[in-house]
């Protein structure tokens, strides 16, 4: 049903402690109130999904919830990792700090690349919004897999073409239940999911 995990996907960890960077407070406290509408979450197999992401200052590295963590209620900052490099083009990344990025840090990476002003990304599962938004609201074409070059590429499409700018939101209609958001801030980000979610 859902492909969290399945994409072949190399990630270079460096274990070292804790990794805080200026805002994670923020992005720690939003992180858990998407947890507490199951926008970010654990399905019935186990499989975690949804995570978020805050930009390190003006570098392209940014922090993000770590690899298989959608079963906290409260995630702890030892449960972040700093991306420090990234691939689109061959799924690599690198990242350092007590657990490990997930595949889906390049669908950051990627929105982080298009515009310097996107400080913070949140990705979320919801089959009730997926599936009440899929076309309504900026929408990646269905032939195109996440976690891709082609996903890069399609999201920039909508950048261009669509409002997504201005809306900063869109469902990924070839990747189950998938929506992700952007914003200045790691609370923008949330609170465009919120409102979706509340609407
Ligand atoms: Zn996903």
């Known amino acids: ?4 995990g399945v994409i072949k996907f190399e990630c270079r ?6 990794c805080s960077i200026e805002g994670v407070e923020e992005l720690m406290q939003c ?3 998407l947890f507490s509408r199951k926008l ?3 399905y019935e197999d186990g499989i975690g999904y949804g995570n978020i992401s805050l930009r390190e200052g003006e570098s392209g590295r940014f922090l993000i919830s770590g690899t298989q963590t959608g079963h906290f209620e409260k995630l702890s ?3 972040y990792v700093l991306v420090t490099a990234y691939d689109i083009e061959h799924n690599r990344v690198e990242c350092k700090g007590p657990v490990q990025a997930s595949s889906e840090s390049l669908t950051h990476a990627m929105i982080y690349g298009m515009n310097p002003a996107i400080r913070a990304v949140a990705h979320a599962h919801h089959n009730g919004l997926w599936k009440r938004f899929k076309n309504r609201i900026p929408t990646t074409r269905e032939e195109v897999a996440y976690g891709t070059p082609a996903m890069a590429v399609e ?12 809306k900063k939101i869109f469902v990924m209609a070839g990747h189950q239940e998938g929506l992700v958001s952007f914003g200045a ?3 923008e980000a949330c609170n465009i999911l919120l409102n979706l979610y509340e609407t």
């Open 1 to 4: 049903m859902h492909d969290e």
């Open 13 to 18: 960890w460096e274990k070292t402690p804790v």
């Open 31 to 33: 992180r858990d109130e």
């Open 40 to 42: 970010i979450g654990v």
């Open 77 to 79: 900052k030892d449960r």
């Open 155 to 166: 999201v920039q499409r909508l950048y261009a073409e669509t409002d997504l700018k201005t």
């Open 185 to 187: 801030s790691p609370r």
